[in-house]
């Protein structure tokens, strides 16, 4: 089963009230995430996950300059104020972009079940990333989402048991759902989204 195969699920990353979101933590999920792109099987999501990959980098490279003043990625981004460079800024809120349109995308498929996926993505792309892409990117998007598989062959390909599938996707969900909403709020309480 894929979520058997991940490092981390987003259940398991720890977020304090005070302090946010854990960074090495949320790093780990983040990379299981991508991987669920590998599952769509189609080299048109290659530009999604090499997108969160180059920006989930940016992250952990900020990360690692100082572990423990970077701790959660509020204090990461706070860490960045006033420089010139905020290049794991930048990275994290476009890949809580992405992890919003996937979220969303997933969301939908499971309140419809009878609904392909290549629909679920399709509206999930216009209500999250479309309006932050420019008119060169847009048509890349939109054939990755015309490119999706079959759902029923991307659910068997999730696990055998299918009751079993849906109830780990819709807590893994849940528990994404609430990490993007965190950042959100923070991006948008801090400003921390301005000039970008």
């Known amino acids: 089963m894929y979520f ?25 999920a983040t990379e299981g995430l991508v991987l669920l792109f590998d599952l769509l099987e189609s080299s048109a999501f290659s530009i999604v996950q090499n997108d969160m990959n180059g920006n989930l ?13 970077n701790d959660t990625l509020e204090h990461l981004v706070i860490n960045e104020q006033g420089q010139k460079k905020r ?5 994290l809120l476009w890949l809580k972009r992405g992890l919003e349109f996937t979220a ?7 309140e419809n079940p009878d609904e392909e996926l290549s629909i679920s993505f399709t509206e999930a792309y216009k209500i999250t990333l479309k309006k932050f892409h420019g008119m060169l990117i847009r048509p890349v998007f ?3 989402m ?14 055998e048991d299918q009751e079993l599938v849906q109830q780990k996707l819709a807590a893994w969900l849940t528990a994404l759902e609430a990490v993007v909403a965190r950042l959100n709020s923070f991006y948008e309480a801090g400003g ?5």
């Open 4 to 28: 058997d195969t991940v490092k981390r699920s987003y259940e398991d990353v720890f977020i304090d009230p005070e302090k946010g979101i854990s960074t090495i933590q949320f790093s780990e």
């Open 57 to 69: 980098k940016k992250i952990q490279t900020k990360y690692l300059t100082d572990t423990e003043a």
């Open 87 to 91: 290049e794991a800024t930048e990275g």
């Open 104 to 110: 969303v995308a997933l969301r939908r498929s499971i």
């Open 142 to 144: 939109i054939l990755a």
């Open 146 to 159: 015309k490119a999706c598989p079959y759902r029923a062959d991307f659910y068997k390909k999730l696990g």
């Open 192 to 196: 921390h989204d301005k000039g970008f």
